[in-house]
DNA sequence: TCAAAAGTGTTTCAAGTACACCCATGT
DNA sequence: ACATGGGTGTACTTGAAACACTTTTGA
């Protein structure tokens, strides 16, 4: 193919990355894993968890590969946010980022694997200053998760499989940031029939009991082909 | 800074493309403007416009090169759609692209230089097989559209600087692909405060002849940041 | 027995939807 | 005079928002 290597070569190449922003909720709070930087320059400084992409391999799977290396997990909730791609947002060199957001689950994350990372779980409104252009990528991603949550039921990601009512509304009203109506919110959810209901009570809470529920996925899709639309 | 180049250097490098999905609106129907390629593999096939990133250039500034290379015009409404990063997406090499979807008004971009590029204005479901993997991406244009006019007066770049009504609604009716009442809807824009009534009349379409508007960006931006959300 | 969270029901209000009629005018 | 698209008003329906009371049980 004569031609072809004619159109490809010549052609500048770039040094591509992947960055994370990578979601958490633990103890009714909305937290976002940083990590101290390790490498020059900015060594020390507080940034977001990334890597370069590899060649033969795909954006998406370099950006599952740094989520598996700092936390562990595998099969994750992630998505694209966008492309990161002015000249001159990394100090270091001319790189540019595609940033990926994850939803997981606190509890089950290799903490020991992070913390060798120099990882940490900070609440929002924690957050130092970071590197390059990262901050804007978590107010970016923020926007996004809201947006996505609105509509579809990817608050579950971040909840342990089962969970009760009361949990799942402080999800939302953290990640919206305002409060919800706690009848009218159970009302909803409830008339969704997405949820099913599970004999055990968790008690940690209240001294009555509180019902847990398991998101029913099967149902959601059932119900979604047949034009159902979630939102919250 | 030594450690800075120890760890950059050594990274593998990559092609990095942006791809342009260019709407228009003509004639009460939306269209996109795909090209015949020029260059080896795949000449000759049906494609997005597209090229690749240059050093010192952003991502951003190379789409709108492009844009601007094809269709003459500067300034136009651009949004990023997100990075195509599987490794064999383009047959011809390994190529990371960075699509953006835009929306022109087409009567007023250049014809001529469009065509010297082998490009056209087609229906949505004219649209021939395109190469690799372009068909998603029009696919995922359509949808981001779709939810960004929802929320945002973004049909009015698609549109000429005065409009009528009637234009605005069929514009609409393309987008979401389903017909809106008539009257509920001038209800609805008008309701909203951000069209400033012309004294001109557009007679071309009828007898009577219909106001034209004009969207009147300064008020939109007032009522914004005083918590008014635009949703058609 | 009482504090604290869980669970249920009702009323109100706003926004969307459906729909019918009059208006202006070129042919 | 009439056909054609432009323009206006009203009744209905649905769903969100606001809100008060009862239940359970460990301390």
Redesign the interface.
């Known amino acids: 193919?004569e031609?072809?290597s004619t159109?490809?070569t010549g052609?500048?190449?770039?040094?591509?990355a992947v960055d994370g922003i990578i979601f958490g909720f633990e103890d009714s709070r909305l937290k976002l894993l940083v990590i101290q930087r390790k490498?020059?320059?900015k060594?020390g400084e507080w940034s977001l968890v990334g890597g370069?992409?590899?060649?033969?391999?795909?954006?998406?799977a370099?950006a599952a590969r740094v989520l598996k290396q700092t936390t562990g997990l595998e099969n994750i909730f992630m998505d694209?946010l966008?492309?990161y791609?002015?000249?001159e947002r990394d100090s270091?060199?001319?790189?540019?980022s595609?940033a990926y957001y994850a939803l997981i689950r606190v509890k089950e994350h290799d903490h020991i694997l992070a913390e060798e990372h120099g990882a940490h779980w900070l609440e929002l409104h924690q957050i130092p200053p970071l590197i390059f252009d990262h901050g804007r990528m978590i107010a970016d991603a923020l926007k996004k998760l809201r947006d996505n949550a609105h509509f579809h039921p990817i608050g579950f990601e971040l909840l342990p499989e089962k969970f009760t009512l009361s949990q799942l509304r402080s999800l939302y009203e953290e990640i919206y940031q305002h409060e919800l109506d706690r009848r009218n919110f159970r009302k909803k959810l409830l008339a969704m029939n997405i949820l099913e209901k599970l004999e055990e009570k968790d008690k940690t809470t209240s001294k009555k009991g509180a019902h847990l529920y398991r998101f029913d996925k099967q149902k959601y899709e059932q119900l979604t082909r047949r034009g159902f639309v979630f939102e919250i």
């Open positions: 193919m031609s072809a159109f490809y052609v500048p190449r770039h040094l591509v490498v020059d320059p060594q370069f992409v590899q060649e033969g391999e795909s954006t998406d370099a694209q966008g492309c791609g002015e000249v270091g060199a001319r790189v540019i595609i």
